[in-house]
Structures are given as C-alpha cells and as structure tokens.
C-alpha cells in the first residue's frame, strides 16, 4: 500500500519526515559498514532485493482515490539482511518507484515509512519475540516470523496510513472502515503467504542467506 499523490498536510508531512529521518538514521547506524563492504555475498543480496522489490512494487492495485495496494515483501527481505539493511534496501527499491512514476517524489518519506520503515520494525520486533521464546521447532521461525510475521507487519502498515489519513482529514473513520480495514485480513494473507513460502525455501536450500536465523537452536 503507498500514496501515489500528496494527501498530507503541511504538519503532518513534516512530522512524517523527521520520523523517517530518524528511523534512517538508527539504521544508518546500525549497519557493520566496514563488514559489508568486504562481503560481496551480502552486497548483491542487498541490491539484488532492492531491483526486484522495485519491479514488484511496480505491480498494484488501486484501492482508493490516491492509494494503491501491492505486496510488500519486506518482511523476507529484513530475515534475510536484518531490519536495518531491509529498510536500506527497501528505499532503493522505493526510489525505482520514483523513477517509473509510480510513487511521487513528495510522498517518498511517508511511503518510505508506511511500505519499508513499519514492516521491518514490525518482522524485526517479532524475530526478537520469537528468539526470546527459545522454540527449539523451525516452524516456529517459519510460522511466526515468515507467514504470522509478515502478515501483521502489513496489518501495521495499514493501521499507520489509516491513522494519518484519518488525523489529516482525508477520509472518515466509517470511511476507512467500510473501504480499508474491513479488508486488510485480505491483504494479511497474501502477504503472509508469498513471504512464509520465500522464507520457507531459504531455509530448506539457502539458510545460509537467513541472517536472522540462529540454526544452532533447531538442531
């Protein structure tokens, strides 16, 4: 889901950009710098991601007049790099949107937070639930983190952009409910499913490329 037009206010796009300035910078910060650019592997992961998170993105729905939904992916993307390289990655791809006209330019920070920012602070939040419980199962990393994970991730997206579109005025709550939230179950299991069965098949072939998964506790 993303604004393909300015729905904001003056204040509120403000708001929304000093947050995405600070999510960007704590991940900015975050980053082994100096890891990632000895390990190849992980560079082409990150912008690999990206290019084709921007090619997917480019396939969507609209929804309402100024909304557009389309799957989300990140949260695979942040079990494979960790949240603060997904949320890199994800603005990459977010600019490819840019570039092809499908995203405005002036939304990029709160797009940037709705469709990159939230997910992956999302997955990441229930990656750490997940480790903390110490389930010795791998369905559990699957089920929770991949299918679970994505699927709430893409639920508090959609709270986000509601919450600022209703504060601003732009639609009504019994708006919002009739044509959005009564529908976001919908948009949970889609995107549950492509990220759980994505996760699913690295963790079988390529576990390797699952930075977050500790494989020590599965065995």
Known sequence: MGMTENLLSTGQWL???????????AAVRSVDWRAFRKDQSLQHSVFGAAVVLGFAWQLRAGISPGLAIHIFGITVITLMLGWALAVLSGLLALVITVITGREPLIMFAANGLITVMVPALVTHAI????????????????FFCGFFGAGLAVAAA???MCLLLWTNGIYSMDELVHDYLSYLPLFMIPEGFVNGAFVTGLMVFHPDRLSTLDQRRYR
């Open 15 to 25: 708001l929304t950009a000093m947050v995405f300035a600070l999510v960007l910078l």
């Open 127 to 142: 990656m750490l639930w997940e480790r903390k419980r110490d389930f010795r199962s791998f369905f559990a990393y699957i």
């Open 158 to 160: 959609g709270l986000v």
